[in-house]
């Protein structure tokens, strides 16, 4: 089963607010973890990644903070734009597993011109 | 960098027959690439773990004689659902690791399959 989850399967905000995406994973052995972004019929597109040994991680726009005490992960999307609308995965893998993920859920962010 | 493309796109067939998708890494080495399946409005599930030069790796519950993983060289990868039947209509998408990259995982644009 699944051990990557998430709290809100969907979200629905204005656009040039800031989306936060959360996502819980329950392996605690755990090293690295990926936010991806998909769109209605694509492929998931890769986001920005965080290694365990960090806590936080900027991109353009995009911020990902690991909780390993919480085993929380989360994805915050500043000003958020109608191209940002899609599915976000979190997705888990440990080293050594021959780089296999485990995916949550899902989120479905909608933003509002 | 890193684009991963997939061939066909949408296929539509037969009950009975046999499809075969194809996974490139465009700009890069793999030698690991991945077959996912994913239900609407679902998650992605690991079907099979592919690596060049030896036998794909498929997960518990997948049948490796209906989907069959052929890796054959650095860049391509190929996934056959044989004799497909209706059930088998789903997306199906490949990811690929850069060999002298991180581990990384990037994703095709998927294939959609219809059996009829």
New interface residues.
């Given amino acids: 089963g699944e051990s990557v989850g998430l709290h809100l399967p969907t979200l629905s905000v204005q656009e040039g607010d800031n989306s936060i995406i959360n996502c819980a994973y329950s392996n605690s052995a755990s090293d690295y973890f990926i936010w991806y972004k998909q769109e209605s019929g694509k492929g998931p597109q890769f986001i920005i990644d965080i290694r365990s040994n960090m806590d936080k991680r900027q991109g353009q726009r995009v911020t990902v903070l690991l909780n390993k005490t919480v085993k929380h992960l989360s994805l915050q999307i500043a000003a958020t734009q109608p191209g940002d609308s899609a599915v976000y995965f979190c997705a888990e893998t440990l080293r050594g597993s021959n780089y296999k993920l485990t995916f949550g859920k899902g989120t479905l962010l909608t933003v509002n011109p | 960098g890193?684009v991963?493309s997939?061939h066909p796109s949408r296929v539509i067939c037969k009950s009975g027959t046999s499809v075969k998708i194809e996974c490139r890494s465009l700009d890069f080495q793999a030698t690991?690439m991945?077959w996912y399946r994913q239900f609407p409005k679902?998650?992605?599930m690991?079907m099979a773990?592919s690596n060049e030069g030896s036998k794909a790796?498929y997960e518990q519950g997948v049948e490796k004689d209906k989907f069959l993983i052929n890796h054959a060289s650095l860049t391509l990868s190929t996934l056959t659902v044989t004799s497909a039947h209706p059930e088998d209509s789903s997306f199906y998408?490949c990811?690929a690791?850069d060999r002298w990259g991180?581990?990384?995982?990037?994703?095709?644009?998927?294939t959609?399959l219809l059996v009829l």
Avoid: M, N
């Fill in positions: 890193a991963v997939q690991t991945f679902k998650s992605l690991l773990t790796t998408i990811s690791i991180q581990e990384t995982q990037y994703f095709g644009p998927g959609r």
